[in-house]
């Protein structure tokens, strides 16, 4: 049981460039979540998935864009990379489509843009 | 949208000592949890405790959801317990979780 996987680890990217993070969970859960983690600050959220088929802007939704692509997986796409979008970014999975559910994280992907 | 203050912002403590951090909410919570984020950046479930007391060896924690806090104790500190503890809720009516801003922990020998 991996729980909550991310890849790639680490990604440099130029100013302009496009890559997929990509996220899986093992854990059967419906949700699935991004955020992103800045220096000195708690993690916000980008997008999140409440349920297979469906996706919901966080409150930093701008310059990305997900896919749910079916239970197990999750993916955030940057189409043009910014040097504001250097940051770490870690996907989570809960159990309920709504609700209060305890939240479990992925590794985190450290993201650099130049 | 909720606010969630932790204190205090930073703490250095000697391996042994005790301590306790706070997290206040600005609102009513259906959901909090604690995570301790290691010096590899790697975020661990620490508690989910909406209301109520829980233990897990050295560390327990309360939220007296009806005051809007919740309190992290670490007893017998040690090095390993180094690192970031975030405070997360969930609002009622919603799914996501909204962070503070963490405390720093140093735990030296």
């Known amino acids: 049981n991996a729980g909550v996987t991310q890849t790639p680890k680490f990604q440099v990217l130029k100013t302009g460039q496009s890559m997929t993070l990509q996220c899986a969970q093992d854990?059967?859960?419906?949700?699935m979540y991004w955020y992103r983690q800045d220096p000195g600050m708690g993690l916000r959220l980008i997008y999140y998935?409440?349920?297979?088929?469906?996706?919901d802007k966080g409150e930093v939704p701008n310059g990305y864009n997900v896919s749910r692509l079916n239970k197990r997986e999750f993916s955030l796409r940057l189409e043009s990379a910014a040097p504001s979008q250097t940051s770490v970014y870690f996907c989570?999975?809960?159990?309920?489509?709504?609700?209060?559910?305890?939240?479990?994280f992925g590794p985190g992907t450290r993201l650099t843009v130049t | 949208g909720i606010q969630v203050e932790q204190s205090p912002p930073d703490l250095i403590l000697q391996e042994g000592a005790n301590s306790t951090l706070r997290c206040n909410f600005s609102d009513s919570v259906n959901n909090l949890q604690w995570f301790h984020q290691n010096p590899w950046g790697q975020l661990i479930n620490l508690f989910y405790?909406?209301?109520g007391t829980k233990q897990n060896g050295r560390l327990s924690a309360t939220t007296v959801a009806t005051e809007r806090y919740s309190l992290l104790y670490i007893s017998s500190s040690q090095t390993t317990d180094s690192g970031v503890y975030f405070c997360?809720?969930?609002?009622?009516?919603?799914?996501?979780?909204?962070f503070g801003k963490g405390t720093m922990l140093l735990v030296s020998p």
């Open positions: 997360a809720v969930v609002t009622s009516g919603y799914s996501t979780l909204t």
């Open positions: 405790i909406p209301s």
């Open positions: 989570a999975s809960s159990e309920a489509g709504t609700g209060p559910y305890e939240q479990y």
């Open positions: 854990m059967n859960h419906n949700s």
């Open positions: 998935s409440a349920s297979e088929g469906t996706t």
